[in-house]
């Protein structure tokens, strides 16, 4: 637990929350600040920063818990779709400095856009390019 985080707090019960689902290693609750009615976050209990910073563990609870809970806030809020997010670093928009998995729910005609909308565009690389990204990618695996 970190003493000055928000969402080590939620988890601690010193600030309130509505809880949607909770086990060892994960807690769940409706967002403050929701996109959408029903809008989730999904959290490790455990202080943790960034994704990476996540051990194996922790991270596969985490998975399971946003497999399990995706449909069933599709279902309760009669979501066509939802959309599942992780903001991962300040650069992606990340506001709390505790991981964090955003569930939330979508309907045709929301306004809100896929995924590439956020950007604008998308780039347009060949095959050199795209071979040098894989190599990079592979050598910092």
């Known amino acids: 637990m970190s003493e000055d985080c928000l969402f080590c707090s939620i988890v601690a019960g010193d600030i309130p929350s509505r809880t949607v689902y909770e086990d060892e290693e994960v807690f769940a609750f409706l967002d403050v600040n929701p996109l959408a009615r029903g809008h989730t976050l999904v959290i490790p209990k ?36 939802t959309t599942v997010a992780v903001n991962n670093g300040e650069a992606a928009g990340q506001d709390v400095d505790h991981t964090h998995c955003h569930i939330v729910p979508r309907t045709g005609g929301d ?26 990618i592979g050598a910092a695996l």
């Open 46 to 81: 455990a202080h943790h920063e960034r994704v990476g910073d996540l051990p194996p563990e922790t991270a596969a609870a985490m998975g399971e818990a946003v497999a399990r809970l995706t449909p069933a806030v599709e279902d309760s809020m009669d979501a066509e779709a």
């Open 111 to 136: 306004g809100a856009g896929a995924l590439h909308t956020m950007f604008g565009r998308t780039l347009e690389f060949d095959e050199d390019e795209m071979d040098r990204v894989l190599e990079e």
